[in-house]
């Protein structure tokens, strides 16, 4: 499954994110979203669980606050219109 991660703290890298979510079992990917423009990092992430560890990431970390930020955590939904 896909997790959508919003207001993630600028400085946390994909370790980080890597612990984070481990904690819930294995990731098998994090993807750290940048401005295409600039490469400038920006404040959400992606992360892919298997379905069972990644509801559980979900239910624990959704409104927690991690490095002073507070996480809104959801299962990521495919875009329904093309992005131009």
């Known amino acids: ?5 919003q207001n993630m703290p600028w400085g946390a890298g994909e370790v980080d994110i890597r612990l984070l979510f481990e904690q819930y ?13 600039s490469g400038e990092r ?8 298997a379905d ?3 509801l559980r ?3 624990s970390l959704d409104g927690k606050e991690f490095r002073g930020r507070r996480l ?3 299962k990521a939904f495919p875009r329904t219109e093309p992005r131009y």
């Open 1 to 5: 499954m896909r997790i959508f991660c």
């Open 25 to 37: 079992g294995k990731v098998d990917k994090v993807a750290l979203c940048t401005f295409p423009e």
């Open 42 to 49: 920006r404040s959400f992430i992606f992360v892919e669980m």
């Open 52 to 54: 069972a560890d990644a």
């Open 57 to 59: 990431a979900i239910i």
């Open 72 to 74: 809104t955590v959801a």
